[in-house]
C-alpha cells in the first residue's frame, strides 16, 4: 500500500511515472536520469522504512493528514527532520521539496542509529480537534490517549500552599512569594542564597521560617497532572493493556508521562495547532471570495516573487512568522534577501551561538571574495550559505565529501559533536582521520583541522529540515502581506480576537500599511474582522482597501450573539432601526449587554 500511494503522489509531485520512467523529459535543469534517480531514492528509503519497522507509522500519518486535507483544514508543510523525507514529501506530510533544498533523509531516520522517525504535525488552531476526533474514531477510543503531564512544587509554588495551610493572609503570602527570585527551577535554597530580603524575612519572622522548613520536605514533588499539549498516543489494542491510564478533562490518558511511554515503545504523535495556519487559511479564502480567484492555492505560489522580497527587505515583517521581531526586520534589511535559500538560512542564523557567524554570512553575500571555504573539496557544499556552514546537513555532508562517511555514519558523528560526546568524539576522529586519508590521501594534520571546523560548526548547527519548513510559513505570510494586504491584515487581527493588545498593534500596522480598520457596522460586520477591497473611497484616495470591525471582537458581544445577528441579517435582510432589531432578534442570544 505504501508504495502504491508513492507512485500516486510521485507522479502528482514531480510528473514521474514510476512503472514508466523511461517516458519521463527532464526539464532545464534536471539531471538526465532524474526519473531514474529519483526512482532509486524512492526505492531506499521505502526499504530503510521497511527495515526499520515503521511502514504503519507513515501509513498512519498519511491517513490523518490525507483526511485533513480532504475537509479543507489547513496542514502545516513540516516540522524537523521529517522534511528530508521523500516518501513524505509524495505522500503530502510535507510539503518542501528534499530534492530542491538539498535536505538528507538520514538526519530523520538510518539503520546505523534506528529511533522512531517524528513527524510533528501542524494543523490550524481551530480544527485541530476535529482530526484527533476523526484518529479516536477511526482507531477506537480505547486506543487513543492523551499523555499525562506532572506539575511539581517549585519554590514559589512551594511557599503559596504551604502559607494557605498555615492560614497566612493572601496578602504577607503573596509578598513573600515574590521575594523569590525571577528564575526558572530556581530551589528554595538558591533562593534563600540569592535574595537577601528574603533571608532577612526568615531571621525576623517565625512564620515565613516554619513555611520554607516545611516547603523543604514537598519541594519537587508532584502537585498536580495536567494533559500534554499536544503528544497522542495511539495502540494497536486498548491502550489499558499496555500502560495504567486515568481521565483527564474526560479524556483517555496515560498514567506515564512522555518519557516512559516513549521508552516502552507506544506510538505517539504529535497534533500541534498553529495559529498562523490559521491566519493564511482566513486569508486565502478572502482571496477567493473578494478577488474572485477560485484557483488561488497558497502551496502553489512562486517562490520568486518580487514583491515579496521588497516587503522583507523593507523590514516590513509585522504579523510574519518568525520573522517579526526587531531584531529580524534590522537583519532582512541588512542582508537584503533575494531568494528562498537566504531565508532558510536567516531562520537558522538567528538563535543564540550562531549569531557570531551573521556578519561573516553578510559580507560573503555582498562581496563574494570575502568567502572563506574551509576546503576546496566543500566549495559547491557553502556557496549557498556564503561559506559559513549553518546546518547539520552540511556537517554531515562534509564527513562524506572528505572522509567517505555514509550519511548515517555522519548522523551520528554530527550527533556527537553537536553533544560533545568525548568518547564517541574520540573515536570519531580517528575514523575521520582514517577516510581522509583513505579517500583523499589527505595528511592527518590536514584531516585534523577540518574535523576541528566541522566540529565548531556543529556545536551551532540547525537542522535545515525544520529550517527551511518554517522559512515556508515565513515567505507565505510574507507574500500574502505583500500582495493581499488587506486581507492577510484582516485574517491577522481575527486571530487576536479577544486580545485587545494584539489587536491594538495590528490596527496600528494598518493604519501603517494605509489600511483603514473600520468601526463595527450591524448591517455589514461579519463575526470576526472582514476585508472590504471594493469601497470607492478607498479606490479613489488609492488605498488597497479597508477592514470593517468585527461583532464577535466587540467586547461584551462575543461570538454567540454575533452569529445569531448575522443569521437573522443573511436570512431577512438589513436592519432599519434599533426598534426592528430588537423586534427580530431573540433576546435569549442578544440580551440587554
Known amino acids: 500500500l505504501l508504495l502504491e500511494l508513492c507512485k500516486r503522489g510521485l507522479f502528482d509531485r514531480y510528473g514521474v511515472d514510476y512503472d514508466n520512467r523511461e517516458a519521463f523529459e527532464p526539464i532545464e535543469g534536471q539531471r538526465e536520469d532524474f526519473a531514474q534517480f529519483l526512482c532509486e531514492q524512492l526505492d531506499y528509503q521505502i526499504a530503510i522504512i521497511a527495515g526499520t519497522g515503521f511502514i504503519d507509522y507513515f501509513l498512519i500519518v498519511w491517513d490523518f493528514i490525507n483526511f485533513a486535507r480532504g475537509k479543507g483544514i489547513p496542514v502545516g508543510p513540516g516540522r524537523g527532520s521529517g522534511a528530508g523525507c521523500i516518501v513524505a514529501y509524495v505522500l503530502l506530510i510535507t510539503d518542501i521539496d528534499p530534492l530542491r533544498f538539498g535536505l538528507l533523509f538520514e538526519r530523520m531516520l538510518n539503520l546505523e542509529r534506528v529511533s522512531p522517525p517524528d513527524f510533528d504535525i501542524d494543523f490550524c488552531m481551530r480544527r485541530r480537534e476535529d482530526v484527533v476526533a476523526f484518529v479516536r474514531d477511526k482507531y477506537g477510543a480505547d486506543r487513543v490517549a492523551n499523555i499525562i503531564t506532572y506539575g511539581t512544587f517549585g519554590a514559589k509554588m512551594v511557599i503559596r500552599d504551604m502559607a494557605r495551610v498555615n492560614d497566612v493572609p493572601f496578602a504577607e503570602a503573596d509578598k513573600l512569594a515574590k521575594m523569590i527570585p525571577d528564575e526558572l527551577n530556581i530551589s528554595l535554597d538558591a533562593s534563600i542564597e540569592k535574595s537577601k530580603e528574603l533571608r532577612e524575612e526568615i531571621a525576623r519572622n517565625p512564620v515565613a521560617k516554619r513555611i520554607i522548613d516545611q516547603g523543604r520536605v514537598i519541594e519537587g514533588m508532584v502537585r498536580n497532572t495536567g494533559k500534554h499539549a499536544c503528544g497522542i498516543i495511539i495502540g494497536d489494542q486498548p491502550i489499558h493493556n499496555l500502560v495504567p491510564v486515568t481521565l483527564q478533562e474526560g479524556d483517555l490518558t496515560t498514567q506515564y508521562a512522555k518519557g516512559p511511554a516513549e521508552d516502552l515503545g507506544l506510538l505517539k504523535m504529535d497534533f500541534l495547532g498553529l495559529k498562523t495556519l490559521t491566519v493564511i487559511s482566513d486569508a486565502e479564502t478572502s482571496v477567493k471570495r473578494l478577488d474572485g480567484m477560485q484557483n488561488f492555492d497558497i502551496e502553489k505560489i512562486t517562490l520568486e516573487d518580487a514583491n515579496t522580497y521588497k516587503l522583507l527587505n523593507q ?279
Request: charge should be neutral; glycine fraction near 8%.
Open 315 to 593: 523590514g516590513k515583517t509585522v504579523g510574519v512568522f518568525q520573522l517579526e521581531s526587531g531584531g529580524m526586520q534590522s537583519l532582512c534589511k541588512q542582508i537584503g534577501l533575494s531568494v528562498f535559500e537566504e531565508i532558510i538560512a536567516l531562520v537558522a542564523l538567528y538563535r543564540p551561538g550562531p549569531m557570531q557567524f551573521i556578519p561573516q554570512f553578510i559580507r560573503g553575500k555582498k562581496d563574494a571574495k570575502t568567502i572563506e571555504i574551509p576546503h576546496p573539496l566543500l566549495k559547491d557544499l557553502v556557496s549557498e550559505t556564503y561559506g559559513v556552514m549553518v546546518y547539520q546537513e552540511q556537517v554531515m555532508e562534509a564527513a562524506r565529501i572528505i572522509a567517505g562517511y555514509t550519511l548515517g555514519g555522519a548522523d551520528i558523528l554530527r550527533r556527537a559533536m553537536g553533544k560533545k560526546i568525548a568518547s564517541v568524539m574520540e573515536a570519531q576522529k580517528e575514523v575521520f582521520v582514517d577516510g581522509a586519508n583513505k579517500t583523499h590521501g589527505m595528511s592527518r594534520k590536514m584531516a585534523l583541522g577540518i574535523f576541528a571546523i566541522l566540529d565548531k560548526f556543529a556545536a551551532y548547527g540547525f537542522n535545515k529540515s525544520h529550517s527551511a519548513a518554517y522559512a515556508m510559513l515565513s515567505y507565505r505570510t510574507a507574500y500574502l502581506k505583500a500582495n493581499y494586504p488587506v486581507e492577510f491584515m484582516a485574517a491577522l487581527l481575527s486571530s487576536e480576537q479577544g486580545n485587545a493588545d494584539k489587536v491594538a498593534h495590528f490596527i496600528d500596522e494598518a493604519t501603517a500599511m494605509d489600511i483603514r480598520v473600520l468601526s463595527p457596522d450591524i448591517n455589514t460586520s461579519r463575526q470576526s474582522f472582514t476585508p472590504v477591497v471594493d469601497d470607492p473611497e478607498d479606490e479613489k484616495a488609492g488605498r488597497p482597501g479597508s477592514i470593517r470591525f468585527g461583532l464577535g471582537a466587540i467586547k461584551g458581544v462575543g461570538d454567540a450573539a454575533a452569529i445569531k445577528i448575522i443569521e437573522e441579517r443573511e436570512a431577512n435582510g438589513s436592519f432599519i432601526d434599533l426598534d426592528e432589531f430588537l423586534e427580530r432578534m431573540d433576546t435569549k442570544a442578544v440580551n440587554r449587554r
